[in-house]
């Protein structure tokens, strides 16, 4: 997927990218509430490439964006979006939109529902996904850490019965 107007690039993740990812994840607030340094979303994105799928945002062959998920995982949850991040300095410019769109295109593939986790405290990535479509189905406080409250939220194309996946074509 490229487009055009700023040559931007989303492709799947190689070895030459795992600095540029870890910089994008490491780059974000949110993230290092979570103690992402560098070298832990390195290792982060190391790992995630053997069991989810790992692509990355591209302009002019520097990595400005990473995307980590699953598309499938059991039924009701298929499709998981584990991690959008925008380097710092190439937010705001359709990177991370770029990236959701892909994976949203591959999630949809397998099922009617695309679901990921945003800490409460991250206004605007909670404004960035409900402007896509995304709506809250509920909060997990401590989750993942105590005094981090996590909220669900969900895409759908409608009712897993009867769902015809997209194609390709």
Same mark, same amino acid.
């Given at each position: ?44 994105? =190391?790992?995630?490439? @053997? %069991? ?5 945002? !591209?302009? *002019?062959?520097?990595? $400005? &964006? ?52 945003? =800490?409460?405290?991250? @206004? %605007? ?5 409900? !402007?896509? *479509?995304?709506?809250? $189905? &509920? ?31």
């Amino acid at each position: 997927m490229t487009n055009p107007s700023v040559d931007l690039e989303i492709a799947p993740i190689t070895e030459n990218d795992y600095d540029g990812a870890a910089a994008a994840i490491a780059s974000g607030l949110v993230f290092q509430w979570y103690g992402m340094t560098h070298p832990v979303a390195r290792d982060f994105v =190391v790992r995630a490439a @053997t %069991d989810s799928i790992v692509v990355v945002a !591209r302009v *002019g062959g520097r990595v $400005v &964006g990473v995307a980590i998920f699953r598309a499938d995982g059991p039924m009701p949850v298929r499709a998981y979006l584990r991690v959008l991040a925008v380097a710092e300095g190439s937010r705001g410019q359709g990177v991370g939109r770029a990236l959701l769109r892909y994976v949203e295109e591959q999630a949809f593939q397998q099922g009617p529902n695309l679901f990921l986790l945003c =800490v409460d405290r991250n @206004t %605007d990535a909670r404004r960035f996904y409900e !402007r896509e *479509g995304y709506h809250l $189905v &509920g909060a997990l406080p401590d989750l993942g850490f105590e005094g981090i409250t996590e909220l669900l939220y969900r895409k759908t194309l409608g009712p897993i019965r009867g769902y015809v996946p997209r194609s390709n074509g």
